[in-house]
Each structure stands twice: as C-alpha cells, then as structure tokens.
C-alpha cells in the first residue's frame, strides 16, 4: 500500500513529514533565535551600565564630592548599587518582552488563532491597569527613583510622613527606620518629596551663648582657636571637610550674646562635631574666665 493512503493523526505520512519539516522546525528555530537574543541584549545591558558608571566616576561634581569618594568610599558603593539595581530592571523587562513575543510566534506556528486571544489579554490588562493604578504608580515612581539617585540604603533622608535611615529600597516601596527604632514602609507612589541629608557633605550649625557684656573679639579669638585645634586633630579632621569658620555674632538679645560657627563635614557627622566643638569651647571659656549668659531671674507664682 502507498505511504500517501495511510492516515496519521496530522493526516497522510506526506502531510505529517511536510508538517514535521515545517512548523516544528520554525519553532526550534524561533526559541533559539529568542535565546540568543536574550543573551545579547543582556549583554548590551550590562555594557550600558558599566559605561554609565565609569562615566559618572570621570565627571566628579565638585571638589566635595571626589574627596567624599576617594575618602569613604560610599559614593562608589551607591552606584554600583545603582547600577545592579537598574541592570536587573532592564534586564528583567527584556526578558519579559522576548518571552511574549516568543510564546504568540509560536502560537502562530502551531495554528492556533491569536486575533480573540491578543483581545482577551488587551480586555484583562486594561480592567487589570484600572484596578492597580496604585501598583502601576509606586513602580513607576520607583523607577525614577533609582534612575534619579535620589536616595539610597544607608541615607538619612525625610519623607514628609516619616524621617529615618533607609534600610531598603524596591520599586514599590521604601523601608525607613526612625531615631526611636520604628520601621515605616512607605508606598513609592505617596512620596511627594525626598529631603536627602546624606548626599554630598552636611553642614553644622553651631550658636554658642556667652554674656552680654563679653568682648566679641575676644569671644571669637577664643572660637578661632578652638575650631583651628578641633580641625588639627585627626580623629576630627577625618570627619570635617575643611576647617570649622566662626561666623561672628548672630544676635544679642537680653542678656545673651550668641556666636555662630558653621562646620562643613560628612554626611551622618553634623550631629557629633557641634557636640564636640561646644564641650571644648566651655572647657575654653572656664580657662579664660569667658562668663556665660545671666540665669534668668527667678518669677515666681503671680498672686
């Protein structure tokens, strides 16, 4: 009997061969082709990325910031962060992108009809996009986060709802935990502005109070002097980006004269160096007799 009579489940041998030959073939072929693309364009990724770092290494900001990276090292560990951070991004949506546009080619291949399936994905993903427009929006503001730098895991940075160390960062949301220990979890998409007190250098305000009737002059000597050590000191000097400078008076109300400092110094140091500076001006002041401002006098109940 001719191999043509003979009936298969795809039809005569001729037919089965010719269809063997044919879709099978194009299929293996399409998720080669799909493998391979995937591996390029994650090759391309992380060409891209590793291109933007050295960029970003080769055009420092200001003389601050190449101090900050050659000293802590920390602006290197953020953007290689960064960069891991959006490489998996990319990464993950090429991938996503290649496997969709696979699976429907080959659907293609087999026969099946993708005009009512592409209609019932389009129906699903639009009632799907108005009921997650909350979801949609904390990833999307995630993205730009993380393409923007505006902040990273180890930063100080305040919300508006809540001020804390960021000990987490995701596309939908941001983990901080405060000064009392409370962790918040904040939904990217609520943030509406970001207080970053960790990028760059920190500035520390400094008013020290003395007498009304002290000499200025003498009062800032004393200041200069105690700044100029402070700096000198290498536990200090570590901290401070540059030597302390004292201001000069800020005000003089009552019996109070207040003297301004200002020291410019790492981010996380501007709570510690004023503590110091106003412990070594008082041991200043008591050497050489620099009065502090008058107690207030003391009112007591009104009859």
Known sequence: MHSASLNWPFGTWDSTRDWLLGAPVRIVLVLLGALVLRWAVHRAIRGVVDAAVSRADEHER??????????????????????????SL???????????????????????????????????GLALGFGAQSLVKDFLSGVFMIIEDQYGVGDVVDTGEATGTVEEVTLRITRLRDANGVVWFIRNGEIIRIGNKSQGWALATIDIPVAYDESPERVIGIL????????????????????????????????????????????GEQFG???????????????????????????????
Do not use: N, W
Not at 64 to 87: C, F, I, Y
Not at 235 to 264: C, D, H, N, W
Not at 275 to 303: L, N, S
């Open 273 to 303: 160096i004023p503590r110091t500076i106003r412990e070594r001006a008082k041991d200043a002041f008591d050497a050489a007799g620099v009065r502090g401002p008058a107690p207030a006098p003391f009112q007591g109940p009104q009859i």
């Open 224 to 267: 200069e002097q105690v700044v100029t050590e402070v700096h000198e000191e290498q536990q200090y000097a570590e901290k401070l980006l540059e030597r302390p400078t004292v201001a000069g008076v800020e005000s003089v109300t009552g019996g109070t004269m207040t003297v301004r400092i200002f020291a410019r110094c790492r981010p």
């Open 90 to 124: 990319l990464r993950s949506v090429a991938t996503f992108v290649i496997v969709a546009v696979t699976v429907l080619t080959v659907l293609a291949e087999l026969g099946m009809p993708l005009a009512p399936l592409l209609t019932s994905a389009g129906i699903g």
């Open 62 to 87: 200001t003389s601050v910031d190449r101090l900050l990276h050659t000293g802590t090292g920390v602006a290197d560990e953020r953007r290689r962060q960064r960069a891991l951070t959006m490489g």
